[in-house]
């Protein structure tokens, strides 16, 4: 009886370890399952936006679609110019704007929340300033047309109902989040030694956070600088609803201008065929606007292990 039972108990020990085993070597299988498909999903993404864009310049020279200055896709076939330029100065006009509003607001509150809020203060706030990341684009958006900008018209009446300056402001609104919350994880991790060696010198809480904790979190702050300003590059909804759609080569914020992201909703919403011109400049559109977000972020790869401090 006891023999029965030892070799049921042994079987069952068996029968576990063996299950335990096959899981465990199942689980890496799993995993880079998981990594192949994100891998996959983006060379996917990469090989559709360069076999169209290689169609498109069958179409249209490559250099006329760089150093064009009128973008009229969505005119009748006689009028059609693919000069890509008057995009590219609307989509950086916004995005400048968006971050003369989001950098300072952002770095400025995560100084307060690292340096100077309360620990109960700082568990409050943060959360609080995260909710505006989770609002809809699009209720941005609204807001921008239906609240910012006639609020701005009151100040500059020549202003139109659709304008880059809007959209500005609502887009570095959206980013302040990003921005501030990287900047203050990074801050965060700065050694609470260095703060008191500073402070044993004489210095006050400013010229800490300024010239002490500021520089050595320096290259978290900057990638977050980047990061936030790739996603203002890459924002829709905002610019579509506030900004208008008129491609215009102008550094001007109150006049109506149109965005890479603007055009390829407009187009893509639009009466055109399929695999003409027009269907194929939304591909062109999209990959130069991955290039600039490509850019964006091996920037702010480069940068942080340039400027990483190791503690």
């Known amino acids: ?66 150093t064009g200055t009128d973008w009229t896709a969505l005119f009748s076939e006689s009028q059609q110019e693919f000069g ?50 989770g609002i809809p684009t699009v209720v941005y958006g609204f807001f921008a047309f239906t609240f910012v900008t006639p609020v701005l018209r009151t100040f500059i009446p020549e202003m139109g109902v659709f304008n880059a300056l809007s959209a500005s402001v609502v887009v570095g609104i959206m980013i302040i989040p990003m921005i501030a919350s990287l900047s203050e994880d990074a801050m965060s991790s700065v050694p609470r030694g260095i703060r008191e060696a500073a402070y044993a010198m004489g210095s006050t809480r400013l010229e800490v956070s300024l010239k002490v904790v500021v520089p050595a ?15 203002a590059i890459g924002e829709t909804m905002i610019v579509t609803i506030a900004a208008g759609a008129t491609p215009k080569l102008t550094l001007d914020p109150t006049e109506s ?22 269907y194929k400049s939304i591909y062109a559109v999209g990959m130069t606007l991955f290039v600039f977000t490509l850019i964006m972020n091996l920037l702010a790869q480069y940068i942080s292990r340039r400027f990483k401090e190791e503690y």
């Open 84 to 133: 890509i330029l008057p995009l590219i100065s609307g989509t950086l006009l916004v995005t400048m704007g968006a971050a003369v509003v989001a950098i300072p607001l952002g770095l400025f509150s995560a100084i307060y929340l690292s340096e100077y809020a309360p620990d109960r203060l700082r568990r409050t706030l943060k959360p609080i300033l995260e909710i505006l990341a």
């Open 217 to 231: 979190a320096l290259s978290g702050i900057i990638a977050s600088f980047v990061l936030g300003i790739s996603r």
């Open 257 to 278: 201008i149109q965005t890479m992201t603007a055009y390829m909703v407009q187009a893509a919403m639009g009466d055109i065929s399929y695999g003409g011109t027009v």
């Open 1 to 66: 009886m006891l023999k029965t039972v030892e070799s049921t108990g042994v079987s069952r020990f068996k029968k576990k370890r063996t299950w335990r085993t096959s899981w465990e070597g199942i689980i890496p299988k799993l995993l880079l399952l998981c990594a192949l498909v994100s891998i996959l999903t983006t060379v996917g993404i990469v090989l559709t936006l360069v076999i169209e864009t290689a169609s498109f310049f069958q179409d249209v020279p490559f250099i006329e679609f760089i």
